[in-house]
Nanobody, 121 residues
Framework: QVQLVESGGGLVQAGGSLRLSCAAS????????MGWYRQAPGKQRELVAT???????RYTDSVKGRFTISRDNAKNTVYLQMNNLKPEDTAVYYC???????????????WGQGTQVTVSS
């Protein structure tokens, strides 16, 4: 089994910063894409940022220039540095990993439990 555990959420004023972390553990053979999604109340879950094992990144337009995703492949960990936060960034942030386990030849899509980010105006 695979577990993704997030940390680093919280309450911050507009213009502030937070850093999210997500560590994957378990019977991992390889990790392809790791990333972050978010879901605000009454809205669908949306992609925030992703990074492949080779370092290619993708960001949703609303966070470009403010958020930075990074990975430590040796630690199976992905980070999201969030700067200049805005009230509209308020959401539950979920870590995602496309992971192949040691007992399968197929990749699976795994999610963390989510961490709340609240930005006050």
């Amino acid at each position: 089994q695979v577990q993704l555990v997030e940390s680093g959420g919280g309450l911050v004023q507009a213009g502030g910063s937070l850093r999210l972390s997500c560590a994957a553990s378990g019977s991992i053979f390889s990790i392809d894409v790791m990333g972050w999604y978010r879901q605000a109340p009454g809205k669908q879950r949306e992609l925030v940022a992703t990074m492949t094992s080779g370092g290619s990144t993708r960001y949703t337009d609303s966070v470009k220039g403010r958020f930075t995703i990074s990975r430590d492949n040796a630690k199976n960990t992905v980070y999201l540095q969030m700067n200049n936060l805005k009230p509209e960034d308020t959401a539950v942030y979920y870590c995602n990993g496309v992971i192949r386990t040691r007992t399968s030849t197929l990749q699976g899509n795994y999610w963390g439990q989510g961490t709340q980010v609240t930005v006050s105006s």
